[in-house]
Nanobody, 121 residues
């Protein structure tokens, strides 16, 4: 089992940047594919980005491609989401998740509690 704690959320103006971090504890971090998801008010949770165990394979939702960058540091048991050129529609609670398997957009096993990102216009 792995525990996940997100940090780095906050309020930012449109066009600004934020970096989210997700610290993992428990089982060996490098066993897991890691993903970021978000849920806006009144909407379903949606996939944002994912990174493979080694960090060599990455996937992005079309809505964030070119603006967000996912990365991981297996030595620090941490996954990051660098968000740039933020838009008001990026406002959501952002969740970190871990998957015991290959890179996918679904079927994640462990979830953090989320961190709020608010982008003002």
């Amino acid at each position: 089992q792995v525990q996940l704690v997100e940090s780095g959320g906050g309020l930012v103006q449109a066009g600004g940047s934020l970096r989210l971090s997700c610290a993992a504890s428990g089982r060996t971090f490098s066993y897991y594919t890691m993903g970021w998801f978000r849920q806006a008010p009144g909407k379903e949770r949606e996939f944002v980005a994912a990174i493979s165990k080694s960090g060599l394979s990455i996937d992005y939702a079309d809505s964030v491609k070119g603006r967000f960058t996912i990365s991981r540091d297996n030595a620090k048991n941490t996954v990051y989401l660098q968000m740039s050129s933020l838009k008001p529609e990026d406002t959501a609670v952002y969740y970190c998740a871990a998957r015991n398997g290959p890179l996918r957009r679904q079927e994640y096993d462990y979830w953090g509690l989320g961190t709020q990102v608010t982008v003002s216009s």
